[in-house]
């Protein structure tokens, strides 16, 4: 075989394979054995570039070229479509097709992606344009960017199709994807995305393909404009279109009276949020194409669809008042209480208005109109003030200026957005919240306790920290309303087996500020026992790695104060763990301090979490994402595709399981 042989049978199979892999969702091969094929391929094209192909499976990761797109014509223009918000306007829609038709008529009922629209162009079975909306007359050539898109064939497969083609759809970033993205964006204090619409969007507009390329943007296609297709049905054509390789939605259905549509529409109401990408509503259509010519359009959108809009993620309603939330470590958080308002399915009465600095940048008054979303995050927010609607002379909100739990007067440190209350030992929601915090999970665990026990506790005066929970006796705890003898036993029981709870996580649980999970690790590791900790100075402290002057500082100032140190020695006295006990300490090593290690794929020896927890014995760091600090990556089967072009792309080491037990056994 020649080279040149070789170069095109090397294309079939990658595109062969690409569509396994990203629309069947079925890999025939390894991911390594694709990046083999592939750098194969990259390297015989090198060699003959004579022999360029512009749907070569290799343009998949892009190019850092950059340059301004072309604007170009579209050749049917892109409308969009008539929206809909209730079930009574849908039977609208029905009953008008019905009497224009006078005929019986299908309608295809489908999802409504949430992402940005795409026009792409196909000649001989090649893709050869891929365009945005734009403004539906002309969008931008976005042709190199789209290119990128695993699920968006280069190559048509099967027969069929017609010479020259459209086909539109939908571009989405996957939720998992855009949550992922928004992380790395935290991190990197670069502005987060809304939502994956606007992800997509932005990303489709990289004037950088290798970029758009590693944001794993999806694919969904479902509209075909053209007069040349196989069949009369829309549906029966992108089955057809299924076969040639495009990505075409499980969930089209088609229907044929009015209590299917509401089926159709009443079941992915709730559905959907399962789903793996962003929908926002469901699109009906009817299904013959003879039928659409019927219909006809307006100047706006189709006649023969419409699109029926999921419950608004915003809701409009009034804000009645400000109430104070006082939290363990004394934050105050404002509270908008609200007038009851249908929300993604929820009444929202309350949401968060974070600070001070956020009540004074929407301008609150009294009685405002406010815009309330949920975004990614279960608390709702206000987003906005409609000042139309504000009722004349209303009082602006201010931040009160005193505690509202016990008078204390507030104080707000520089640099900080929260206001304090600064009584950390009689204010109430202060002293429940440090021992609810003891108590949680991820602190000592305690079985049997929750905040309404110990609120019950502190009101008849049993508790006032935490150190009282370990002299508390079951027929003490029997006696209060509500609680059995078998209740009571089984707090007393997970009181006591708290005391076995390591060392770390009894750090952890004091509720020092700034000393969260990991930090609390990292200073268990650098002083084994609290008396070491006590005794440390700011120098011993900032000298441990990742504690800086600020956690530092906040240690130092919890050892400084005479309560917090009486009541470390009442934890003490309980039998707490107070050092890193020998078989913590036995086998911790430093080989991988101050590594950043990224874990993917699935192994054989060890689970996930098993490396996780060996990472850490050993100094090391477990991080979620691939970036330039990453020290290696330990890689099982099936690392996915895209973390593996990431990591060549950056130059990252990848690890397999074996070298990586080598590697911290000596
Ligand atoms: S059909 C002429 N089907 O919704 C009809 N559109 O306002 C062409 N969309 O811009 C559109 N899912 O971006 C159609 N299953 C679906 C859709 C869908 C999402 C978007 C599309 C369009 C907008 C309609």
């Known amino acids: 075989m020649t080279e040149i042989e070789r170069i095109d049978q090397l294309r079939k199979e990658l595109h062969a394979h690409n569509y396994n892999y990203y629309i069947l969702n079925a890999p025939v091969i390894s991911d390594q054995e694709f990046d083999r094929l592939m750098r194969e391929l990259q390297d ?33 223009p892109m409308l969009s479509l008539g929206n809909t918000y209730s079930e009574a306007e849908v039977a609208d829609f029905y009953e008008r097709v019905r009497k224009s038709l006078n005929e019986d ?14 026009s792409l162009i196909y000649e001989e079975g090649k893709l050869v344009q891929a365009v945005t909306r734009g403004d539906g007359v002309r969008g931008d050539d976005v042709t190199d960017n789209v290119k990128t898109i695993h699920s968006i064939p280069l190559v048509l497969q099967g027969s069929g199709y017609p010479d020259s083609f459209e086909i539109r759809g939908e571009i989405l970033m996957p939720w998992k994807v855009f949550e992922e993205l ?41 509209y075909m404009p053209g007069d040349n297709l196989p ?17 075409i939605s499980k969930h089209m259905r088609k229907a044929r009276t009015l209590q299917e549509i509401f089926d159709f529409i009443n079941y992915w109401d709730t559905e959907r949020k399962n789903l793996p990408v962003a929908t926002d509503g469901i699109v009906l259509k009817v299904n013959s194409r003879r039928q659409q010519r019927n219909l006809g359009y307006t100047a706006k959108s189709p006649r023969w669809a419409i699109a029926y809009k999921f419950q608004a993620e915003r809701a409009l309603t009034r804000l009645e008042k400000v109430t104070y939330q006082v939290g363990r470590t004394g934050a105050v958080t404002p509270v908008a209480n609200l007038a009851p308002v249908q929300l993604s399915g929820t009444v929202v009465r309350r949401a968060s208005l974070h600070n001070a600095d956020i009540i004074a940048s929407l301008d609150l008054h009294m009685g405002d109109m406010v815009y309330v979303e949920k975004g990614g995050e ?43 209350c600064t009584n950390e030992s009689t204010c109430p929601p202060q002293i429940k919240g440090r021992i609810e915090h003891f108590i949680s999970r991820r602190a000592m665990n305690i079985e049997g306790l929750g905040p309404e026990t110990v609120d019950q506790f502190y009101q008849e005066g049993m508790i006032r920290d935490a150190a009282d929970l370990y002299t508390l006796r079951a027929s003490d705890i029997c006696r209060l309303e509500r609680m059995g003898e ?57 000298h441990v790695d990742e504690i800086g002057e600020k956690i530092a500082q906040s240690i130092l100032r919890y050892f400084h104060d005479e309560r917090n140190r009486t009541f470390v020695t009442r934890l003490r006295e309980a039998g707490l763990q107070m050092e890193t006990s020998e078989e913590d300490q036995s086998g911790r090593t430093d080989r991988l301090q101050g590594k950043s290690i990224v874990i993917s794929g699935v192994f054989a020896r060890h689970s996930r979490d098993d490396y996780k927890a060996l990472i850490e014995r ?9 970036s330039k600090k990453t020290s290696f990556i330990l890689a099982g089967e099936n690392m996915g595709p895209s973390k593996l072009e990431k990591a060549e792309k950056l130059n990252i080491p990848i690890i397999n399981e074996d070298d990586f037990l080598a590697m911290i056994e000596e």
């Open 105 to 118: 008529f299908e309608i295809c009922c489908e999802l409504k992606f949430d992402g940005t629209s795409i």
């Open 182 to 222: 928004n992380r790395e964006r935290e991190l990197r204090e670069e502005p987060l995305f809304a939502n994956p619409r606007n992800a997509a969007s932005g990303t489709l507009k990289l004037q950088n393909s290798a970029a758009v390329a590693s944001r794993k943007l999806d694919a969904f296609l479902y």
């Open 44 to 76: 015989l094209e090198a060699k003959h570039p004579e022999h360029y192909d512009e749907n070569s499976p290799s343009v998949r990761v892009g190019s850092d070229i950059s340059k301004e797109f072309r604007q170009v014509e579209h050749r049917y």
């Open 486 to 542: 078998k209740s009571a036993e089984n707090i007393v029981n997970g009181i006591e087996k708290s005391k076995q709870v390591p060392y770390e996580r009894v750090l952890f649980a004091l509720g020092i500020r700034f000393v969260g999970e990991t930090v609390a690790k990292k200073v268990a590791r650098a002083f084994p026992s609290i008396d070491k900790l006590e005794s440390a100075t700011l120098d011993d402290l900032v």
């Open 378 to 420: 279960i608390i709702p927010k206000i987003t906005g003030v409609d000042l139309a609607s504000r009722p004349a002379g209303s009082e602006k909100v201010t931040f009160i200026t005193h505690c509202p739990e016990c008078g204390s007067k507030l104080v707000r440190y520089e640099d900080e957005a929260a206001h304090y």
């Open 231 to 247: 069949h009369d049905g829309h549906y029966e054509n992108l089955q057809e279109a299924a076969k040639w390789g495009f990505k």
């Open 618 to 626: 050993h100094g090391g760091k477990n991080v979620g994402s691939i």
